[in-house]
């Protein structure tokens, strides 16, 4: 049998796609305001990989990942979703959102996003919310799987994510 070991805390991320940097920056506030202070993000980028959300939140949407300096504990996770959801509603007009937040956590193994939806390849991780692994560390670079969003699976946001496992690994140290 397994000896139980202690499991280490998680490098925070929160995925923001975005049409108003005034809304985008007030979130990031808030966000800063609950969890810390901000070690680095991602540069934006367009979300252009599908119109899903074009009804919801229109066109010319920006995503931008953002990562806190201070580390979480994993169960954190289904907490931090129930609290991104209230600021989505709280900055919902008409039942259309201006912003979405996909919060999530980097391991020395993968990248996590907590999810409302529950799907086959999700698991509960509490209070309503799955973990949906999207993408896996391997031989020095992530790999994604056929449910990887397709942001994940870009250069940019791989690279970006290479990085800020560097310097979680470091901070470990």
């Known amino acids: 049998m397994a000896s139980i070991k202690q499991i280490s805390k998680v490098k925070l991320?929160?995925?923001i796609m975005y049409r108003d940097k005034e809304v985008f920056d007030g979130v990031v506030g808030t966000l800063s305001e609950r969890f810390g202070e901000i070690c680095?993000?991602?540069d934006d980028y367009a979300f252009d990989f599908?119109?899903?959300y074009e009804d919801e939140s229109g066109k010319d949407l920006k995503k931008r990942i953002i990562v806190f300096e201070e580390l979480v504990d994993r169960d954190e996770l289904a907490e931090i979703k129930h609290f991104t959801n209230k600021i989505e509603d709280n900055l919902s007009e008409d039942g259309k959102r201006k912003i979405n937040l996909d919060p999530g956590y980097m391991t020395e193994h993968n990248v996590v996003l907590a999810s409302a939806k529950e799907m086959?390849?999700?698991v509960s991780i509490g209070r309503g919310m799955f973990g949906d692994v999207v993408l896996e560390y391997r031989k020095g670079d992530y790999e994604d799987s056929r449910h990887t969003f397709p942001d994940y699976r870009t250069r940019l946001v791989r690279d970006f994510l290479v990085g800020v496992r560097k310097k979680y690994l470091e901070e470990r140290k």
Do not use: E, L, R, W
Request: glycine letters at 8%; one cysteine or more.
């Open 50 to 52: 599908t119109d899903y």
């Open 40 to 42: 680095c993000q991602s």
């Open 13 to 15: 991320i929160v995925g």
């Open 120 to 122: 086959p390849h999700k």
